[in-house]
């Protein structure tokens, strides 16, 4: 099945029988709150977290398609949720925004909220290892220990960018695509570092959406200017 986060809701696709559901769009009338939603996670299977834009948090099953709000008071001051990110390591949820990065958890129908600390302008979060966040953010790139809650910016030749979406190869190596610097090749153990863009690249567009890996050692990068 395949789920999608549009600027008008929640949609659900189920190829087998060819039917589409459509949740939390303009014209369901449960919710006066913003339909722009970016991110989704499943946390347990058939349980989905859905966030974006001035839209909170909400719960969906899948099976019932029933929806439910997270109250605000377990979010705040955060309302505004640009990524989630399944830990399987501590069957977590981590997610951020614009002001914070949050850690819950999904036990028994209830959510509960472990960890809140300020993190401002947060766009991706991934894992690195099993102790450690990679946390890309309107301002650079960021190591976070998942133990003692340290964080550490990571200093590359490019002084100041924005991080759109990172894929952290089985190699350690880490690819960062940037919203107007192009993509950066980053391996930590090895000191390594390179930047493309459509200067020096089949690059058409310097704005990374996207990049995930494929079985052969490729990769897909989406941008602005297609994939």
């Known amino acids: 099945d395949l789920w999608y986060a549009t600027d008008n809701g929640i949609s659900l696709y189920t190829p087998r029988s ?30 989905i977290l859905a966030g974006g834009y001035a839209a909170g948090v909400y719960l969906i099953d899948k099976k019932s398609k029933l929806v439910r709000f997270i109250k605000p008071d377990l979010m705040s001051p955060e309302k505004y949720i640009q990524t ?46 099993e102790n450690t966040l990679w946390i890309g953010t309107k301002n650079g790139l960021y190591k976070f220990d998942k133990k003692t809650h340290e964080r550490q910016q990571v200093i590359l030749p490019l002084e100041r960018f924005k991080v759109n979406t990172i894929f952290h190869d089985n190699d350690g190596t880490i690819y960062i695509g940037t919203h107007h610097h192009g993509l950066i090749v980053y391996n930590e ?29 490729s990769l897909f990068i989406s941008s602005d200017g297609g994939i």
Not at 18 to 33: F, P, V
Not at 189 to 217: H, P, Q, V, W
Request: charged residues 20%.
């Open 84 to 129: 989630m990110f399944f830990d399987k390591t501590d069957q977590t949820v981590w997610m951020g925004g614009e002001n914070q990065l949050i850690n819950i958890s999904y036990h028994n129908d209830k959510l509960k909220v472990n960890y809140a600390e300020a993190f401002r302008g947060i766009n991706y979060i991934t894992q690195k290892d």
């Open 18 to 47: 060819n039917e589409w559901h459509t949740m939390l769009s303009i014209a369901d009338k449960s919710t006066n709150m913003n339909h722009y939603f970016l991110t989704i996670c499943e946390i347990k299977p058939g349980i």
């Open 189 to 217: 153990k090895e000191n390594y570092y390179n930047r493309f863009s459509k200067k020096n690249s089949a690059l058409t567009n310097d704005c990374m959406k996207c990049i995930l890996g494929a079985n052969n050692g």
